[in-house]
């Protein structure tokens, strides 16, 4: 997910500038594979929730990465809804600023989450 949303930015800003019809086509098909990879992360996720989040909560280990790593996924899970159904003009750039803040944001604070669960 965060390298098709690089690679998407990356063409998102090249189409701007350069104005290229590959670019234009090369943002779509990224975007689609953004899509289509948060389908499965989305089926991941669900998974991971009762087998690895819900043990863990019970033993009371890493809860505090834990809750960021479930707070940021749900915060990237509705960013993403907007993104796809909020038609307002107005309100899409500032969602969108913040999925990709929010995106940029998640490697860290899953690799602070493993750091900190294998720690102990």
């Given at each position: 997910?965060?390298?098709?949303?690089?690679a998407?930015?990356?063409?998102?800003?090249?189409?701007?500038?350069?104005?290229?019809?590959?670019?234009?086509?090369?943002?779509?098909?990224?975007?689609?594979?953004?899509?289509?990879?948060?389908?499965?992360?989305?089926?991941?996720?669900?998974?991971?929730v009762?087998?690895?989040?819900?043990?863990?909560?019970?033993?009371?280990?890493?809860?505090?990465?834990?809750?960021?790593?479930?707070?940021?996924?749900?915060?990237?899970?509705?960013?993403?809804?907007?993104?796809?159904?909020?038609?307002?003009?107005?309100?899409?750039?500032?969602?969108?600023?913040?999925?990709?803040?929010?995106g940029?944001?998640?490697?860290?604070?899953?690799?602070?989450?493993?750091?900190?669960?294998?720690?102990?």
């Amino acid at each position: 997910m965060f390298f098709t949303g690089c690679a998407w930015l990356f063409a998102d800003w090249q189409k701007r500038i350069a104005g290229d019809d590959v670019w234009q086509a090369s943002a779509a098909w990224l975007l689609m594979l953004h899509g289509g990879g948060a389908m499965v992360t989305l089926l991941l996720l669900g998974a991971l929730v009762p087998v690895h989040a819900h043990r863990a909560w019970r033993a009371k280990k890493n809860r505090i990465s834990g809750s960021a790593m479930i707070t940021l996924n749900a915060l990237l899970i509705a960013s993403a809804f907007g993104l796809y159904y909020v038609g307002s003009e107005i309100a899409r750039p500032w969602i969108s600023d913040f999925h990709i803040i929010a995106g940029f944001c998640l490697p860290a604070v899953a690799l602070m989450h493993i750091a900190v669960g294998r720690s102990r």
